[in-house]
T-cell receptor, first 111, second 114 residues
Framework: KQEVTQIPAALSVPEGENLVLNCSFT??????LQWFRQDPGKGLTSLLL?????REQTSGRLNASLDKSSGRSTLYIAASQPGDSATYLC??????????FGAGTILRVKS | KAGVTQTPRYLIKTRGQQVTLSCSPI?????VSWYQQTPGQGLQFLFE???????NKGNFPGRFSGRQFSNSRSEMNVSTLELGDSALYLC???FGTGSYNEQFFGPGTRLTVL
């Protein structure tokens, strides 16, 4: 059974800092990994999709890496801004479209 | 291109009632998945429909059911509501399957059971 863990559970940083969020999964036979952002009481916004054959993906200030063999992914956020404050969720699929989610990292960027 | 839409956005029901939630996927997407989000359990997969067929089902009781129509719109139904069914219900839309397949979520339906 796939299990996804995210560390840290919460993070508070000053504006402008670069930061790394971590995600680990127990079954390395994944199809892909997606990072999402969720604002309080809202739906999920897709940030990045990494296919199982890829090592990283970049979008603006975001960079996500994937090491399938070790069951790990990191989301790097450069030059953080108060608008980046949200919960960040990592999810994997092992086939089909069933996403298995981690519990998330609550990020607060202080101005 | 319009995103995933869910109706209603908010719903208040009492124990024992039933409820139907609706999800319209992004135009051209054939897969719709449903998730339940609670503070205690996080995001849990309910089921997935693709071209009107249920392809995958999570570990939820039979009170939770769904269907998909020929236009890819999907509904989920919860019968005999319990207090523990209070949650944010999210649907996700995607084109197909495979490692390239990105999923997009709607804003959710907040269900409160009194």
């Amino acid at each position: 059974k796939q299990e996804v863990t995210q560390i840290p559970a919460a993070l508070s940083v000053p504006e402008g800092e670069n930061l790394v969020l971590n995600c680990s999964f127990t079954d390395s036979a994944i199809y892909n990994l997606q990072w999402f952002r969720q604002d309080p009481g809202k739906g999920l916004t897709s940030l990045l999709l990494i296919q199982s054959s890829q090592r990283e993906q970049t979008s603006g200030r975001l960079n996500a890496s994937l090491d399938k063999s070790s069951g790990r992914s990191t989301l790097y956020i450069a030059a953080s801004q108060p608008g980046d404050s949200a919960t960040y969720l990592c999810a994997v699929t092992n086939g089909g479209n069933k996403l298995v989610f981690g519990a998330g990292t609550i990020l607060r960027v202080k101005s | 291109k319009a995103g995933v839409t869910q109706t209603p956005r908010y719903l208040i029901k009492t124990r024992g009632q039933q409820v139907t939630l609706s999800c319209s996927p992004i135009s051209g997407h054939r897969s719709v998945s449903w998730y339940q989000q609670t503070p205690g359990q996080g995001l849990q997969f309910l089921f997935e429909y693709f071209s009107e067929t249920q392809r995958n089902k999570g570990n939820f009781p039979g009170r939770f059911s769904g269907r998909q129509f020929s236009n890819s719109r999907s509904e989920m139904n919860v019968s005999t509501l319990e207090l523990g069914d209070s949650a944010l219900y999210l649907c996700a839309s995607s084109f197909g399957t495979g490692s390239y397949n990105e999923q997009f979520f709607g804003p959710g339906t907040r269900l409160t059971v009194l």
